[in-house]
């Protein structure tokens, strides 16, 4: 494998130090996905959902709920909750 210029590793580094950022932006696009989303496609952006809040390292029984709810509202509120304790930039 061949070396990464250091150009490179600063865009690795800054995407690992933004990702939670990065992953909030993403939550916000599939909770609009989710309103506008039926049937089938309404189950693959809950599980796109659940994977993001997953790796946002929301507790296992929080994200159950929010999706055994199927309510997208439920899912924009925690998003607001995410958002304000995000850290301002």
Known sequence: MA???KYQE?????YYKNQ????LQRLGEQVTDL???EGKARATKW???RTTLEK???PATRIDHVVK???PSLLAKLLEELLAK???K
């Open 10 to 14: 600063n865009i690795i580094k800054n």
């Open 69 to 71: 709810a199927d309510n």
């Open 56 to 58: 946002l390292k929301i």
């Open 3 to 5: 070396e990464r210029s």
């Open 20 to 23: 939670d950022g990065i992953l």
């Open 35 to 37: 309103y506008l989303a």
């Open 47 to 49: 599980k796109q959902i």
């Open 86 to 88: 995000e850290p301002a």
